[in-house]
T-cell receptor, first 118, second 108 residues
Framework: EAGVAQSPRYKIIEKRQSVAFWCNPI?????LYWYQQILGQGPKLLIQ????????DSQLPKDRFSAERLKGVDSTLKIQPAKLEDSAVYLCASSSWASVGGGQETQYFGPGTRLLVL | AQRVTQPEKLLSVFKGAPVELKCNYS??????LFWYVQYSRQRLQLLLRHISRESIKGFTADLNKGETSFHLKKPFAQEEDSAMYYC??????????FGTGTRLKVLA
């Protein structure tokens, strides 16, 4: 099966500009995650979707970050305006909800988008 | 607070030596613990999960609820094991919390 796709792979912007990232999950995967991974740290969950509904966005800086998952498939993550500290790799992951309770739910990660804010 | 701690940023071992990557967690309920691995120029991927109690690529990990630990072990390291390893905890709402990662270098 095709993996999680993300674009662009790299993006360089100046502070106060806006940027958007796109994610296409594995076909049929109901759950989609966006993570921020700052250099030297582990991935930090920004937002979790179940189909097109938000399950958790407690760590999303909502004054500048927004995300949507229209029709429960593709998702976009936007930053407006960007700050220097937003420089990071943004990872998208998806998983199948079909095995809830079975313990076999597995996250599959995309290649990530590396963002540099100057 | 929910937290995953990996105390070592870098672990260097010689080929054939045993490996233990440490992971401690803080969670109020019954957690599910995972190890993820990222090889050079590859995507982050699941290595193993505690619930499966299986050995993957020679690696095993045992959940110790008393010590709140989930250390990753391998008796004989191979050069191809060199990678970044992340311990992760999954909450009841399927939210994942990752540690800061340990870079394993296996020296020839």
């Amino acid at each position: 099966e095709a993996g999680v796709a993300q674009s662009p792979r790299y993006k360089i912007i100046e502070k106060r500009q806006s940027v958007a990232f796109w994610c296409n999950p594995i076909s049929g995967h109901a759950t989609l995650y966006w993570y921020q991974q700052i250099l030297g740290q582990g991935p930090k969950l920004l937002i979790q979707f179940q189909n097109n509904g938000v399950v958790d966005d407690s760590q999303l800086p909502k004054d500048r970050f927004s995300a949507e998952r229209l029709k429960g498939v593709d998702s976009t993550l936007k930053i407006q305006p960007a700050k220097l500290e937003d420089s990071a790799v943004y990872l998208c992951a998806s998983s199948s909800w079909a095995s809830v309770g079975g313990g076999q739910e597995t996250q599959y990660f995309g290649p990530g988008t590396r963002l540099l804010v100057l | 607070a929910q937290r995953v701690t990996q105390p070592e940023k870098l672990l260097s071992v010689f080929k054939g030596a045993p490996v233990e990557l440490k992971c401690n967690y803080s969670y109020s309920g019954s957690p599910e613990l995972f190890w993820y691995v990222q090889y050079s120029r590859q995507r982050l991927q699941l290595l193993l999960r505690h619930i499966s109690r299986e050995s993957i690529k020679g690696f095993t990990a045992d959940l110790n609820k008393g010590e709140t630990s989930f250390h990753l072990k391998k008796p004989f390291a191979q050069e191809e094991d060199s990678a970044m390893y992340y311990c992760a905890l999954r909450s009841g709402t399927y939210k994942y919390i990752f540690g800061t990662g340990t870079r394993l270098k296996v020296l020839a």
